[in-house]
């Protein structure tokens, strides 16, 4: 079974900083997907980023990007030039490629923009 | 012109109760999902259905049933109610690329705005 972890339950920053949320995951599957969900105050679930794990080129969506290390396991996302807006909480999900579909989500990560 | 909707979004009810949630999808998906959040923000897969079929059926009390009259509606039957029922309640949708050997791959998973359960 797969499972997700993401190891910061919190974290706040400084409108403008650059701030990285980390997510490590276990599985023995070879293809699969990665992505990174915002959930704000509204509760609305609204995919941030994508990763093919196939790919080797990091993804990539304006101001978010991840840094994927599949010999680790690993799936960062960095926020640059946070805004106010990006408070939320943040959860990592991993989906395998075939077969009967689900996203396994870790714990998630409460992200605080402040002023 | 809402992509995936549910309706209601705020439901308060006793213990004991019988109530349902419904779910729209206008993406012209193929598969849909129930997904639950529970008071620590942890979301789980309860559902999936891929047109019409159940394909997913995680360890869900049978209280709770799943129904699909088609492929843009997946409703949530949830039969005397507990107080540890109390949650959110997601519906998602994708689109499905089924593949010769008759096993299919899932594009990104789009949610609706979610169900706020409250037993009391």
């Known amino acids: 079974a797969q499972t997700v972890t993401q190891s910061q339950p919190e974290m706040s920053v400084q409108e403008a900083e650059t701030v990285t949320l980390s997510c490590t995951y276990d599985t023995s599957e070879s293809n699969y997907y990665l992505f990174w969900y915002k959930q704000p105050p509204s509760r609305q679930m609204i995919l941030v980023i994508r990763?093919?794990?196939?790919?080797?080129q990091n993804a990539t969506e304006n101001r978010f990007s991840v840094n994927f290390q599949k010999a680790a396991k690993s799936f960062s996302l960095k926020i640059s030039d946070s805004q106010l807006g990006d408070t939320a909480m943040y959860f990592c999900?991993?989906?395998?490629?075939?077969?009967?579909?689900?996203?396994?989500f870790g714990q998630g990560t409460r992200l605080t923009i402040n002023p | 012109d809402t992509a995936v909707s549910q309706t209601p979004k705020y439901l308060v009810t006793q213990m004991g109760n019988d109530k349902s949630i419904k779910c729209e999808q206008n993406l012209g998906h193929d598969t849909m999902y129930w997904y639950k959040q529970d008071s620590k923000k942890f979301l789980k897969i309860m559902f999936s259905?891929?047109?019409?079929?159940?394909?997913i059926n995680e360890t869900v009390p049978n209280r709770f049933s799943p129904k699909s009259p088609d492929k843009a509606h997946l409703n949530l039957h949830i039969n005397s109610l507990e107080l540890g029922d109390s949650a959110v309640y997601f519906c998602?949708?994708?689109?499905?690329?089924?593949?010769?050997?008759?096993?299919?791959?899932?594009?990104?998973?789009?949610f609706g705005p979610g169900t706020r359960l409250t037993v009391l």
């Open positions: 259905y891929n047109n019409k079929e159940l394909i």
């Open positions: 999900a991993f989906m395998k490629e075939q077969g009967a579909q689900k996203l396994v």
């Open positions: 998602a949708s994708s689109q499905d690329g089924r593949w010769a050997s008759g096993d299919f791959s899932t594009d990104t998973q789009y």
């Open positions: 990763q093919e794990a196939y790919k080797q």
